[in-house]
Protein backbone atom coordinates (compact mmCIF):
# COMPACT_ATOMS: atom_id res chain seq x y z
CA UNK A 1 0.00 0.00 0.00
CA UNK A 2 1.43 3.60 -1.07
CA UNK A 3 2.94 4.87 2.81
CA UNK A 4 0.98 8.53 1.97
CA UNK A 5 -2.69 6.36 1.82
CA UNK A 6 -1.79 5.14 5.44
CA UNK A 7 -0.09 8.26 6.53
CA UNK A 8 3.21 7.92 6.31
CA UNK A 9 5.67 10.23 4.97
CA UNK A 10 5.52 11.64 1.38
CA UNK A 11 7.98 13.94 -0.57
CA UNK A 12 7.93 15.57 -4.16
CA UNK A 13 10.97 14.51 -6.40
CA UNK A 14 12.41 17.28 -8.96
CA UNK A 15 14.73 18.03 -11.82
CA UNK A 16 15.60 20.58 -13.78
CA UNK A 17 14.44 20.28 -17.32
CA UNK A 18 14.40 21.36 -20.70
CA UNK A 19 18.03 23.21 -20.26
CA UNK A 20 19.32 22.48 -24.21
CA UNK A 21 20.00 25.67 -26.19
CA UNK A 22 20.39 25.86 -29.88
CA UNK A 23 23.36 23.47 -30.73
CA UNK A 24 23.87 22.69 -26.91
CA UNK A 25 21.93 19.57 -26.08
CA UNK A 26 21.27 17.78 -22.80
CA UNK A 27 18.96 14.41 -23.28
CA UNK A 28 17.11 14.58 -19.79
CA UNK A 29 13.99 13.18 -21.09
CA UNK A 30 14.90 9.63 -18.91
CA UNK A 31 14.44 11.77 -16.10
CA UNK A 32 11.08 11.91 -16.38
CA UNK A 33 10.31 8.30 -16.15
CA UNK A 34 11.35 9.18 -12.25
CA UNK A 35 11.03 12.60 -10.95
CA UNK A 36 7.41 13.72 -10.21
CA UNK A 37 8.14 17.06 -11.04
CA UNK A 38 9.71 18.76 -13.65
CA UNK A 39 11.20 22.85 -13.59
CA UNK A 40 11.40 23.63 -17.19
CA UNK A 41 13.89 26.24 -17.89
CA UNK A 42 11.83 29.57 -19.64
CA UNK A 43 14.94 30.70 -22.10
CA UNK A 44 16.33 33.30 -19.67
CA UNK A 45 19.22 31.00 -18.89
CA UNK A 46 18.88 27.78 -21.28
CA UNK A 47 15.98 26.96 -23.62
CA UNK A 48 14.12 28.30 -26.21
CA UNK A 49 10.58 27.76 -27.31
CA UNK A 50 11.32 24.44 -29.66
CA UNK A 51 12.92 23.52 -26.30
CA UNK A 52 10.15 24.74 -23.90
CA UNK A 53 7.55 22.50 -25.93
CA UNK A 54 9.28 19.69 -26.35
CA UNK A 55 9.78 19.60 -22.23
CA UNK A 56 6.37 20.35 -21.92
CA UNK A 57 5.01 18.20 -23.89
CA UNK A 58 7.44 15.34 -22.41
CA UNK A 59 6.41 15.97 -19.28
CA UNK A 60 2.60 15.73 -19.71
CA UNK A 61 3.43 12.38 -21.53
CA UNK A 62 4.75 11.25 -18.53
CA UNK A 63 2.33 12.46 -15.67
CA UNK A 64 5.15 14.77 -14.28
CA UNK A 65 3.93 18.37 -12.64
CA UNK A 66 5.17 21.07 -14.60
CA UNK A 67 7.16 24.14 -13.40
CA UNK A 68 8.39 27.42 -14.46
CA UNK A 69 12.37 27.66 -13.80
CA UNK A 70 12.92 31.57 -15.17
CA UNK A 71 16.22 32.86 -14.24
CA UNK A 72 18.48 36.40 -15.08
CA UNK A 73 19.01 37.00 -18.52
CA UNK A 74 22.30 35.22 -18.75
CA UNK A 75 22.17 32.30 -21.38
CA UNK A 76 26.38 32.87 -21.47
CA UNK A 77 26.72 32.06 -17.90
CA UNK A 78 23.78 29.63 -17.50
CA UNK A 79 22.32 32.42 -15.05
CA UNK A 80 24.49 31.38 -12.34
CA UNK A 81 26.26 34.56 -12.10
CA UNK A 82 24.65 37.44 -9.77
CA UNK A 83 23.06 40.34 -11.54
CA UNK A 84 22.81 43.93 -9.68
CA UNK A 85 18.85 43.83 -10.98
CA UNK A 86 16.28 45.84 -9.13
CA UNK A 87 13.05 44.82 -7.70
CA UNK A 88 11.03 46.00 -10.09
CA UNK A 89 13.02 44.37 -12.85
CA UNK A 90 13.24 41.30 -11.26
CA UNK A 91 9.77 41.30 -10.72
CA UNK A 92 9.11 41.64 -14.85
CA UNK A 93 11.44 39.24 -15.79
CA UNK A 94 9.76 36.70 -13.78
CA UNK A 95 5.98 37.69 -15.00
CA UNK A 96 7.59 37.09 -18.49
CA UNK A 97 9.20 33.71 -18.34
CA UNK A 98 6.44 31.93 -16.21
CA UNK A 99 3.82 33.87 -18.93
CA UNK A 100 6.07 32.39 -21.58
CA UNK A 101 5.65 28.84 -20.15
CA UNK A 102 2.38 28.80 -19.18
CA UNK A 103 1.52 29.83 -22.63
CA UNK A 104 3.44 26.85 -24.44
CA UNK A 105 1.74 24.61 -21.64
CA UNK A 106 -1.67 26.04 -22.98
CA UNK A 107 -0.63 25.64 -26.46
CA UNK A 108 0.11 21.19 -25.91
CA UNK A 109 -3.08 21.01 -23.06
CA UNK A 110 -0.86 20.72 -19.99
CA UNK A 111 -1.34 23.12 -17.04
CA UNK A 112 1.69 24.76 -15.28
CA UNK A 113 1.63 24.58 -11.50
CA UNK A 114 4.26 26.04 -9.82
CA UNK A 115 7.66 28.59 -10.37
CA UNK A 116 11.34 27.58 -9.06
CA UNK A 117 13.56 30.23 -9.75
CA UNK A 118 17.41 29.30 -11.20
CA UNK A 119 20.75 30.02 -10.26
CA UNK A 120 22.25 32.95 -9.17
CA UNK A 121 18.39 34.54 -9.25
CA UNK A 122 17.51 31.66 -6.74
CA UNK A 123 20.32 32.07 -4.27
CA UNK A 124 19.75 35.70 -4.36
CA UNK A 125 16.12 35.69 -3.64
CA UNK A 126 16.69 32.67 -0.80
CA UNK A 127 18.88 35.51 1.48
CA UNK A 128 17.13 39.08 0.00
CA UNK A 129 13.72 39.44 1.31
CA UNK A 130 13.56 42.63 -1.27
CA UNK A 131 13.75 40.21 -4.19
CA UNK A 132 12.02 37.21 -2.97
CA UNK A 133 9.25 39.64 -2.47
CA UNK A 134 9.42 40.89 -6.33
CA UNK A 135 9.32 37.27 -7.41
CA UNK A 136 6.47 36.67 -5.44
CA UNK A 137 4.43 39.44 -6.69
CA UNK A 138 5.33 38.46 -10.31
CA UNK A 139 3.85 34.39 -9.60
CA UNK A 140 0.63 36.02 -8.04
CA UNK A 141 -0.14 38.77 -10.98
CA UNK A 142 0.20 36.08 -13.58
CA UNK A 143 -1.81 33.18 -11.45
CA UNK A 144 -2.72 32.92 -7.62
CA UNK A 145 -2.79 29.47 -8.15
CA UNK A 146 0.73 29.05 -8.76
CA UNK A 147 3.08 27.91 -6.13
CA UNK A 148 6.32 28.82 -5.02
CA UNK A 149 9.35 26.19 -4.44
CA UNK A 150 12.29 27.71 -2.83
CA UNK A 151 14.95 26.89 -0.12
CA UNK A 152 13.85 25.36 2.93
CA UNK A 153 13.25 28.27 5.42
CA UNK A 154 14.78 31.11 2.85
CA UNK A 155 13.31 34.57 2.52
CA UNK A 156 11.61 32.74 -0.26
CA UNK A 157 9.45 30.86 2.03
CA UNK A 158 8.73 34.03 4.32
CA UNK A 159 7.66 35.98 0.99
CA UNK A 160 5.29 33.32 -0.21
CA UNK A 161 3.46 33.30 3.38
CA UNK A 162 3.95 36.73 3.70
CA UNK A 163 1.94 37.61 0.11
CA UNK A 164 -0.68 34.57 0.65
CA UNK A 165 1.54 32.39 -2.38
CA UNK A 166 1.96 28.69 -1.28
CA UNK A 167 5.14 27.96 -0.44
CA UNK A 168 6.72 24.40 -0.65
CA UNK A 169 10.35 23.89 0.58
CA UNK A 170 12.58 22.51 -0.93
CA UNK A 171 16.25 20.88 0.15
CA UNK A 172 19.26 19.65 -2.45
CA UNK A 173 20.10 15.93 -2.04
CA UNK A 174 23.04 16.62 -4.68
CA UNK A 175 24.58 20.11 -2.98
CA UNK A 176 26.15 20.69 -0.05
CA UNK A 177 25.16 22.94 2.61
CA UNK A 178 26.80 25.94 4.45
CA UNK A 179 26.11 26.42 8.21
CA UNK A 180 24.04 29.01 8.16
CA UNK A 181 21.31 26.56 5.46
CA UNK A 182 22.26 28.60 2.50
CA UNK A 183 24.33 26.48 -0.51
CA UNK A 184 27.51 26.19 -0.67
CA UNK A 185 28.92 28.29 -3.51
CA UNK A 186 29.99 26.56 -6.95
CA UNK A 187 33.32 27.75 -7.44
CA UNK A 188 33.84 25.78 -4.05
CA UNK A 189 35.73 22.31 -3.58
CA UNK A 190 32.98 19.56 -2.71
CA UNK A 191 29.92 21.95 -3.81
CA UNK A 192 28.46 19.70 -6.03
CA UNK A 193 28.15 15.89 -4.54
CA UNK A 194 28.25 12.80 -6.93
CA UNK A 195 28.46 9.60 -4.61
CA UNK A 196 25.43 8.45 -5.71
CA UNK A 197 24.79 5.42 -2.73
CA UNK A 198 26.01 8.70 -0.45
CA UNK A 199 23.41 11.48 -2.13
CA UNK A 200 20.83 8.50 -1.97
CA UNK A 201 21.09 7.94 1.97
CA UNK A 202 21.47 12.34 2.26
CA UNK A 203 18.31 12.29 0.89
CA UNK A 204 17.03 9.46 3.37
CA UNK A 205 17.88 11.41 6.06
CA UNK A 206 16.30 14.67 5.15
CA UNK A 207 13.08 13.28 5.13
CA UNK A 208 12.99 10.98 7.75
CA UNK A 209 14.81 13.36 9.89
CA UNK A 210 14.24 16.61 8.80
CA UNK A 211 18.07 17.26 9.26
CA UNK A 212 20.89 17.43 6.93
CA UNK A 213 25.16 17.69 7.98
CA UNK A 214 26.45 20.91 6.89
CA UNK A 215 30.07 21.33 5.42
CA UNK A 216 31.60 22.22 9.03
CA UNK A 217 30.11 18.73 10.53
CA UNK A 218 26.81 20.48 12.07
CA UNK A 219 23.74 19.19 12.00
CA UNK A 220 20.91 21.75 10.41
CA UNK A 221 17.65 21.44 10.84
CA UNK A 222 15.49 21.64 7.09
CA UNK A 223 11.58 20.83 6.16
CA UNK A 224 11.81 18.43 2.99
CA UNK A 225 8.52 18.80 0.61
CA UNK A 226 10.70 18.37 -2.60
CA UNK A 227 13.83 17.45 -2.88
CA UNK A 228 16.08 18.60 -6.13
CA UNK A 229 18.57 17.02 -8.32
CA UNK A 230 20.23 18.43 -10.87
CA UNK A 231 19.41 17.31 -14.91
CA UNK A 232 22.56 18.63 -16.05
CA UNK A 233 24.81 16.45 -13.84
CA UNK A 234 27.17 13.92 -14.98
CA UNK A 235 25.59 10.96 -13.43
CA UNK A 236 21.91 12.73 -13.53
CA UNK A 237 19.56 9.95 -14.38
CA UNK A 238 21.12 7.37 -12.31
CA UNK A 239 21.46 9.44 -9.25
CA UNK A 240 17.81 10.49 -9.27
CA UNK A 241 16.44 6.75 -9.51
CA UNK A 242 19.06 5.50 -6.60
CA UNK A 243 17.45 8.37 -4.59
CA UNK A 244 13.89 6.99 -5.43
CA UNK A 245 14.92 3.43 -5.14
CA UNK A 246 16.37 4.30 -1.31
CA UNK A 247 13.27 6.51 -0.38
CA UNK A 248 10.45 3.46 -1.41
CA UNK A 249 12.65 1.15 0.24
CA UNK A 250 11.93 2.66 3.10
CA UNK A 251 8.55 3.65 3.04
CA UNK A 252 8.75 6.91 1.79
CA UNK A 253 6.35 7.66 -1.10
CA UNK A 254 7.55 9.69 -3.64
CA UNK A 255 4.16 12.00 -4.93
CA UNK A 256 4.19 15.42 -6.29
CA UNK A 257 3.48 18.04 -3.79
CA UNK A 258 0.39 18.96 -5.98
CA UNK A 259 -1.72 17.09 -8.85
CA UNK A 260 -0.56 17.48 -12.94
Known sequence: MNPAQ??????????????????YRLDDVELLETVTSASIACGFHAGDP????????????????????????????????????????????????????QGVCASVGARLRYVKPHGALYNRAARDAAAAEAIVRAIGSVDRSLALLGLAGSAMIN???KLGVRAVNEVFVDRAYRRDGSLLPRSETGAVLTDVDAVAERALRMVTTGSVEAVDGSVLQVRAESLCTH??????????????????????????????
Open 159 to 161: AAE
Open 231 to 260: GDGVHAAEMVRAVRRRLEERGVAVAPFVNS
Open 6 to 23: TGGPSVDLNADMGESFGR
Open 50 to 101: VTMREAVTAALQHGVVIGAHPAYPDLAGFGRRDMALAPNEIEAIVVYQVGAL
